[in-house]
């Protein structure tokens, strides 16, 4: 089972770290890091280094895609060398997966016309200008597109994902290897539950950490 994870520039690291780190515990996972270029990507904001082994035109059949999000895919909207690799590869994969804001990656490709699809909370209204309806849940299956809400959120789709590849029990059993068993000190993890002033003070946080990203593009 070759899983083909897409990294670049600017990426949150744990969009893509976490569902990866679910799915090599099933059983004949190959994960193919693939970009655009051979080499070294920084996430932001945090300056990991992740490297790109494999480039677009290498890597046409993987049986599952994963595109992560981050301030990153905002220069990558209008970019049709990868938009065209997204759409190829979706036509020959057994799942498309994305992370976070990854869902509009996959919305400018035009696979998420009609579709009910989720992504970051602050994401909603870019999300739904490519024609998707957004839905504040963790995780939305729509035939063989799997979209994830923000950054943790990918986590729970993989296991997701786990359970169908290779059955309930080989997901758990992931789960419990990697103890995934979530006991936050707060329950403010989606705008439902956190309250105007959480809202105002996140939404202040991610324009900060976008605009100090993107000014260094």
């Not at 949150?12 to 996972?29: F, H, K, N, Q, R």
């Not at 990991?48 to 895609?65: G, K």
């Not at 998420?112 to 024609?131: C, I, P, Q, Y």
């Amino acid at each position: 089972m070759k899983i083909a994870a897409l990294i670049f520039d600017k990426i949150t690291v744990l969009d893509i770290v976490g569902p990866v780190e679910v799915l090599s515990w099933v059983p004949g996972a190959e994960i193919v890091w693939v970009g655009k270029a051979k080499g070294p990507i920084r996430a932001a904001p945090t300056g990991l280094a992740l490297t790109v082994e494999r480039t677009l035109d290498e890597v046409s059949d993987p049986d599952i895609l994963i595109v992560p999000g981050g301030p990153g895919v905002r220069l990558l909207l209008e970019d049709e060398a990868v938009l065209d690799w997204v759409r190829n590869v979706h036509a020959r994969t057994q799942w498309t997966a994305s992370v976070c804001t990854g869902s509009l990656l996959l919305g400018a490709a035009g696979l998420l016309r009609g579709l009910d699809a989720t992504t970051h909370w602050n994401s909603a209204a870019a999300l739904e200008s490519f024609g998707a309806k957004y839905r504040e849940q963790r995780v939305i299956p729509r035939g063989k597109i799997v979209t994830s809400a923000g950054v943790s959120a990918g986590i729970d789709m993989a296991l997701w994902l786990a359970g169908k590849i290779a059955g309930d029990d080989a997901a758990k059993a992931a789960q419990l290897c990697i103890e995934y068993d979530p006991q936050p000190p707060y329950d403010a993890g989606a705008p439902s539950k956190a309250g105007a002033a959480v809202i105002e003070r996140a939404r202040a946080t991610v324009k900060d950490i976008l605009a100090r990203t993107l000014a260094g593009a």
